[in-house]
């Protein structure tokens, strides 16, 4: 694919205790990845070559490569989308598809370049389908057609809003595919490329070009980067073998909604010689065996150049990245490798003018910024206009709550709903002489309230076991469930993020919770297996971000309550109620 650059006009800036760490984690403190390394020559020379269209890993780097790897090279996973292939396997049965290698895998890796995820374990012949929704904004249309798709599918059948503002919807099975990706381009959706060594869906501010306070609006930004990810929808092949998945965001406020510190590449809002662009971050992470904050690039570029310094990273992580051990295939690892400034100039080589601009230091995030809670009715920029934010708890819906958020977006805003990371959903461009009304909606009474109670709010779960095969314990129903019984334990006058995830994976990103629950097998009193949970604890987020550290291992999960309570008194001011109640 030929460099280019998209043009923008340039937007206006507007005003612990010491229980011992499991061997298998390693929670770094923010990398200082060294600026100068000695790099041999012959580690440059990039490790994939394109043939017909697809970029492939050459034969003398080969050796040592992890399975998945493999599965590429047997085939590009892209074919099934771009050449027809999904038709084929859609007309043949599991039984099938089992006694083939090729389809079998088809089916289990290949076809997560499509978005979609078989669950074998838990629901075998059922697929959970990741979309692509640049910035979290969908319409009720779009809604209402994945409300259709899910509710054909009974009990199997229901959606989440994830932790990339982005929805995932389940049940899918895969005679049905062909038909759902023909819907999806009817209505301006896509799931391509979507999983596995992909993009993720780039994540931007919920109240992009409504908030008073934003910076920019950038909804421009991550829609031209979903554009450049997929080809406009078509597919991409020439980022689709990536070492392993990579993530993206595009900074609009103040507030850090975007959680820039947690992704592979995130554009900071900066003024450079009276030019609006970005400073850029790199390498931020999760992983089972490590965790790191995103680090500066020490790079600036302009609006023109978001979508080509995208494509330098990527390519640059592409050709050069790690193909072996997957714990150590994240971009962060390469960025070690090469030291900081090797890596930049891997970037600038591959930028059209081969140079990248040094950071501005003119930053137009504030540091000392108290973040904003964007739950409840807050007024817009547009006056006469509010934006209304509701509590979806631990972010699952179903069909019949997705057709009334549709109904609700047409009849109270502008048919369009914004999805956040943290599971939630805002409907904009509600006018204020219809707030009351909305308000008094049964659905916002029932199941999406505007002001759920301070525990609630702040609730972020991933998937558990009831869908994930990885997933070591029930996330979703747990989470709630010992929330609920935290609350009438303890009184808390203060917001208090917690996420749950099932497994080290941490898809629910406990490392910047306030709290934060990971999926574990432990011991209960009798010495029998049970399942548990590592408690983390003092993760942050915002522009004094770090991440949390491990304070309590493997606490059975009926004892949680408890020791979650005791959190809340010794280090976020909560009150007992029984103390409460002797006060008064």
């Not at 298998?24 to 790099?39: H, I």
């Not at 980067?225 to 595009?250: D, E, H, M, Y």
């Not at 010689?273 to 400073?279: A, I, L, P, S």
């Amino acid at each position: 694919m030929s460099s280019f650059s998209v043009r923008f006009l340039a937007p206006q800036a507007l005003q612990s205790t010491s229980a011992s760490r499991p061997k298998t984690w390693v929670l770094a403190a923010p990398t200082t990845a060294p600026a100068s390394v000695e790099v041999d020559a012959g580690r440059l020379e990039p490790r994939v070559e394109e043939r017909d269209g697809y970029f492939v890993l050459k034969e003398k780097f080969r050796e040592g490569i992890n399975p998945q790897e493999k599965v590429k090279i047997g085939k590009e996973p892209l074919k099934l989308f771009m050449e027809g292939g999904i038709e084929e396997l859609a007309k043949m049965s599991m039984e099938e598809i089992d006694k083939d290698k090729t389809t079998k895998d088809d089916v289990d890796v290949r076809l997560k370049w499509l978005g979609l995820f078989h669950r074998r374990k838990h629901q075998y012949g059922r697929f959970m389908m990741r979309l692509k929704l640049p910035n979290g904004v969908t319409t009720s249309a779009q809604t209402r057609y994945l409300a259709s798709v899910i509710r054909k599918y009974g009990k199997d059948g229901c959606a989440d809003v994830t932790t990339r503002q982005n929805w995932q919807i389940r049940g899918v099975v895969l005679s049905d595919v062909p038909g759902i990706l023909k819907g999806l381009e009817e209505i301006g959706l896509t799931s391509l490329q979507s999983g596995m060594d992909n993009v993720r869906n780039p994540v931007g501010n919920p109240l992009a070009g409504i908030d008073p306070e934003e910076i920019v609006d950038t909804r421009p930004y991550t829609n031209l980067l979903s554009q450049f990810i997929t080809a406009n929808s078509r597919g991409n092949p020439t980022i689709t073998n990536l070492p392993r998945k990579w993530n993206v965001c595009v900074v609009g406020s103040h507030d850090l909604y975007e959680h820039p510190h947690i992704n592979d590449l995130a554009y900071m809002p900066a003024t450079k010689d009276g030019r609006f662009g970005f400073n850029l971050l790199v390498g931020g992470f999760f992983s089972p065996k490590r965790c790191e904050e995103a680090i500066p690039l020490d790079a600036w570029v302009s609006t023109d150049d978001v979508i080509p310094v995208c494509k330098a990273v990527l390519e640059a992580y592409r050709d050069l990245g790690s193909r072996g051990n997957r714990q150590r295939t994240r971009m962060m690892w390469l960025i070690d490798e090469l030291g900081l400034e090797v890596f930049r100039s891997e970037i600038a080589k591959r930028m059209p003018q081969k140079e990248l601009e040094r950071a501005s230091s003119e930053d137009l995030v504030q540091k000392q910024w108290e973040r904003r809670d964007y739950l409840g009715v807050h007024p817009q920029k547009q006056e006469g206009f509010s934006y209304v934010g509701l509590h979806i708890p631990v972010g699952r819906v179903q069909a019949s709550d997705m057709d009334e958020l549709a109904r609700l977006a047409d009849a109270y805003g502008s048919g369009e709903l914004r999805l956040t990371v943290e599971q939630n959903i805002i409907i904009p461009n509600v006018e204020n002489s219809k707030l009351e009304a909305l308000l008094n909606e049964p659905l916002l009474k029932d199941r999406f309230s505007p002001e759920p109670s301070i525990l609630m709010k702040g609730l972020v779960a991933c998937t558990g076991n009831q869908f994930c095969g990885q997933a070591i314990i029930e996330t979703k129903a747990r989470a709630l469930k010992v929330t609920e019984e935290v609350e009438r334990l303890v009184s808390v006058t203060r917001p208090v993020r917690m996420h749950w995830t099932g497994c080290p994976n941490t898809c629910g990103q406990v490392q910047v919770a306030d709290i934060g629950f990971m999926g574990c097998m432990a011991r209960d009193e009798n010495g029998k297996p049970c399942e548990g949970a590592d408690v983390f604890l003092g993760g942050r987020i915002g522009s004094d971000s770090h991440l949390g550290q491990l304070y309590k291992k493997a606490v059975p999960c009926k004892n949680l309550v408890p020791v979650v309570a005791d959190i809340l008194v010794e280090h976020f001011g909560a009150v007992r109620r029984e103390r409460e109640e002797a006060d008064d």
